[in-house]
């Protein structure tokens, strides 16, 4: 599958800053006719409201809450893309004494917050003639960093589930990306301590060629893209592979 974004409404999680942020305006400038901005508070997406007008539209959202996920699929029922942004990240090695409260946490909105993400809106996007769900996964998704093995956890079960979205969703003409950044320019990056960080444009201008090329994966930045040369065999042979498990 293919899809552009031109003309096409779509929604963001976690919109206000950082990655989320820059797809906003990534999707815009490259023709998107409406941008959802689901943020927790609606007061920190001010600024690209001003900026943007009418183009962009803020609900409240919740990762946590489930109400809160209906309800935004209830507010947003025209959107044809959905991202997947908003996530955290807690520094956690496993024997540390809140590995087992961030992990839990983690998980809340990294894995089950993207699970309620897909089951709310895929009526939602299966209601067009193509549409396209965007997850942001991690490097960590494929190789635990151990000062932050909580997270690389998470992320290595939203990966996981977001192979199952991409099966369950092909039967909708719905694409599935799976995006897999390195450290960005982000508050997250300077929360993990990483002083070396790719733009957050290099994950914003990926997503929107990654989703015109029909792609599963998307290894944005410098350091992704050494992961990817190491695991694209893997990748095409194993995941993206049909065999027969289901």
């Known amino acids: 599958m293919s899809f552009s974004v031109e003309g096409k409404v779509a929604l963001i999680t976690g919109a206000n800053r950082g990655i989320g942020k820059a797809i906003v305006e ?8 409406k941008v959802y901005l689901a943020v927790r508070n609606p007061g920190s997406a001010q600024a690209l409201s001003q900026t943007y007008g009418d183009k962009v539209v803020v609900l409240p959202f919740d990762a946590a809450d489930p109400a809160s996920i209906k309800a935004l699929a209830t507010a947003a029922p025209d959107v044809q893309v959905v991202v997947n942004n908003a996530g955290i990240l807690e520094v956690a090695d496993p024997l540390a004494s809140n590995a087992i409260t961030a992990l839990e946490h983690e998980m809340n909105i990294n894995v089950y917050g993207l699970m309620r ?24 998704s494929i ?7 909580t ?14 979205l991409k099966d369950v969703f092909a039967p909708m003409n719905i694409q599935v990306l799976s995006v897999h950044p390195g450290p960005i320019k982000t508050d997250m990056a300077a929360k993990a301590g990483f002083d070396e960080a790719d733009t957050v444009t290099s994950v914003s201008e990926g997503i929107v060629t990654a989703l015109k090329a029909g792609d599963f ?22 995941i993206s592979a049909d065999l027969g498990g289901e």
Not at 26 to 33: C, K, R, T, Y
Not at 125 to 132: Q, T, V
Not at 219 to 236: C, H, I, N, R, V
């Open 217 to 238: 994966h998307l290894f944005p930045d410098a350091m992704a893209k050494l992961f990817e040369g190491e695991y694209q065999s893997y990748a095409t042979n194993i």
């Open 143 to 149: 190789k635990t960093f151990t000062p932050f093995t």
């Open 117 to 140: 993400m897909a089951q709310a809106f895929a009526p939602v996007l299966a209601k067009h003639n193509g549409a396209a769900f965007v997850q942001l996964n991690s490097v960590a």
């Open 151 to 164: 997270y690389s956890a998470s992320k290595a079960a939203s990966y996981s589930v977001t192979q199952g």
């Open 26 to 33: 990534s999707f815009i400038s490259h023709g998107a006719s």
